[in-house]
C-alpha cells in the first residue's frame, strides 16, 4: 500500500511539469515538486529557470534539508511519533478535545461518491467564511473525482447523529501522508469533530507505517490557528530549508519593494487580492534570504500577475 509515489500521483493529475526526473505541478503562477519535502534532492537550477521560461511561471519553491535544523524560518508542520496515541499527548487540553470528538462524533473512511455527496456545502460555506472564491459544485466534483484515480488519495469524514460535520482529504506519496484539505461545519465547532478527525486520521496511518503526515509548509498568506491546534494533537514544527528561483518579473517586483511602500499610497485597495498574493510572496523571498539564498532571475520576457 505505501509504495505510493509521486510518479503515480503525476500521471493522473493536471498541470504537471517534468524537471529532470522529478515531477512538478503548478499552483497557479507558481511551480511546486510533488516529491515528499523529505526526498527531493538534486535539484537543477537550471532545469528550473527553464522550466519557468518554457511553461510561463512566476516563481518556483521548494523545500530541502528536511529536519536538519534546530530552528529556521521555514518549518512544515508534521506529526512522526511512530507509537501515536492518545496517551502519549502531553496537551491536556488537546486530549480533553480528542476525547470530546470521539464521544460525539463517528469517523470513517469514505469512499469518493459519498464524499463528494456531503463535503460540497462544508467546503464552500468555509470558503466564503475567509474570504475566498469557491470553485462551483461541477467543477470541484470533476477535480476530485480525476484525483481519486490515484490509490493514494484517500477521504474521511466525521458525522454527529448522521449530519456530516467535517470532512479531510489524505494524499499518501513517497512514504508521507499529506492532509490536503479539509474543512468543518462551523455551527457544530464545540463539538470538536475536527479534533477527533484529525487525531483518528493521524494515528491510523502512522500505525500503518507512514514516515509521518503533515499539513504542510508554514502560512504566508494569512494568520491561522491550524499549527496550535495541530501542536494540541502531537504534531510539531520541523524545520528546514526554503529555496526559490524567480522569473525576470518576479525579480523586477521584489527588487521594487511594491509590497513594502504599496499600502502608504492605498494599493491594497486598488489590487484587492492581489496585494495578499504580493505580501506573501515578499515573505516567502525574504524568508529564503534567511538561508542566504541568491536569487538568480530567469531570462524571461516580462510577465503579469
Not at 478527525?197 to 496511518?205: A, E, F, K, N
Request: hydrophobic share 35%; net charge positive.
Amino acid at each position: 500500500m505505501f509504495d505510493l509515489s509521486s510518479y503515480g500521483y503525476a500521471a493522473v493529475i493536471p498541470d504537471v511539469v517534468w524537471v529532470g526526473k522529478n515531477p512538478w505541478r503548478k499552483y497557479g503562477r507558481m511551480l511546486v515538486p510533488l516529491t515528499g519535502p523529505h526526498s527531493l534532492s538534486d535539484v537543477d537550477r537550471g532545469a528550473i529557470r527553464k522550466a519557468i521560461r518554457e511553461h510561463n511561471m512566476l516563481l518556483a519553491c521548494w523545500t530541502s534539508d528536511w529536519d536538519k535544523y534546530d530552528e529556521s524560518e521555514w518549518w512544515w508542520i508534521a506529526c512522526d511519533d511512530r507509537d501515536y496515541d492518545l496517551t502519549r499527548l502531553t496537551s491536556a487540553q488537546g486530549k480533553k478535545k480528542i476525547k470530546r470528538g470521539l464521544k460525539n462524533c463517528e469517523v470513517r473512511q469514505l469512499e469518493i461518491d459519498e464524499f463528494l455527496c456531503f463535503s460540497y456545502p462544508i467546503y464552500k460555506e468555509a470558503q466564503i467564511r475567509y474570504g475566498l472564491r469557491p470553485l462551483g459544485k461541477t467543477e470541484y466534483c470533476e477535480l476530485h473525482v480525476q484525483e481519486s484515480k490515484y490509490p493514494g488519495r484517500h477521504y474521511w469524514g466525521a458525522f454527529y447523529q448522521g449530519h456530516p460535520a467535517a470532512y479531510l482529504d489524505f494524499l499518501i506519496i513517497d512514504g508521507m501522508g499529506f492532509i490536503s484539505s479539509g474543512a468543518s461545519d462551523f455551527s457544530l465547532k464545540k463539538l470538536n469533530c475536527n479534533s477527533a478527525l484529525d487525531y483518528t486520521v493521524t494515528r491510523h496511518y502512522l500505525n500503518q507505517g507512514l514516515n509521518y503526515v503533515t499539513n504542510g509548509w508554514r502560512p504566508l498568506l494569512h494568520q491561522t490557528n491550524i499549527y496550535d491546534h495541530l501542536k494540541s494533537i502531537g504534531y510539531r514544527k520541523v524545520f528546514c530549508r526554503a529555496n526559490i528561483e524567480l522569473s525576470n518579473m518576479a525579480e523586477i517586483t521584489y527588487r521594487s519593494l511594491i509590497s513594502r511602500w504599496g499600502h502608504h499610497v492605498g494599493l491594497q485597495k486598488i489590487t484587492g487580492k492581489i496585494w495578499n498574493q504580493l505580501m506573501a510572496f515578499d515573505r516567502l523571498v525574504r524568508i529564503s534570504e534567511t538561508f542566504g539564498v541568491s536569487i538568480q532571475p530567469s531570462r524571461s520576457n516580462p510577465l503579469v500577475f
